[in-house]
């Protein structure tokens, strides 16, 4: 109960599953209204408010305050004012050109590629002509491989996985993430 006593059966969790609100976002009760934050990647993301009589537990309207592509995780403040944290994360793979004697740079920094979305857990031959990485985006994981010598960058494996590259580059070997494995 929000303000003590007995427990009191609400509406709220069938009003923010028809918003589309996330069940498990962040909630603050503050002067009547309960505000929500819902992070990215969880349904809808953003900042909502929601007017709750605490008397009776009838949620009587439910308004959407922000919307936003990051990560919105918490929330403190009052009826009228409040602050929240708000954050993103990218993972991107670069490539950094070497003198492999003297570990000197020997050109600028430069994106491995220029999809959209994370690029991770990168794998390579031993001498770095073949990599194979996990590519992300909101609508697809993938298992990339790319070749050094044309730059060509292609869709090995259309599924989550850590892939592993042979030490001569001919083969490459992966671990798919399974929901039912820790």
């Not at 209204?33 to 408010?49: D, F, H, R, T």
């Not at 991107?92 to 590629?113: D, E, F, M, Y």
């Not at 070749?147 to 001919?170: I, N, W």
Request: hydrophobic share 35%; proline share 7%; aromatic share 4%.
């Amino acid at each position: 109960p929000i303000g003590g006593g007995k427990s009191l059966r609400t509406d709220v969790v069938p009003l923010l599953q028809q918003q589309k609100v996330p069940l498990g976002a962040a909630m603050e009760w503050t002067g009547g209204k309960l505000i929500i934050v819902a992070g990215a990647g969880s349904g809808e993301s953003g900042v909502w408010s929601l007017d709750l009589d605490a008397r009776t537990g009838h949620a009587r309207r439910i308004q959407r305050l922000t919307s936003s592509a990051s990560v919105l995780s918490s929330l403190r403040g009052s009826s009228s004012r409040f602050v929240l944290a708000s954050g993103s994360t990218a993972s991107h793979l670069w490539k950094l050109p070497l003198a492999t004697n003297s570990g000197r740079v020997t050109g600028p920094i430069q994106p491995l590629s220029r999809l959209p979305g994370n690029q991770s857990m990168p794998a390579s031959s031993v001498d770095g002509r073949v990599l194979a990485y996990l590519q992300e985006t909101p609508s697809a994981e993938e298992v990339h491989v790319q070749f050094a010598d044309s730059g060509r960058d292609g869709v090995l494996l259309a599924e989550r996985a850590r892939p592993k590259v042979s030490p001569d580059g001919t083969k490459i070997a992966y671990t798919p993430f399974r929901a039912d494995i820790g």
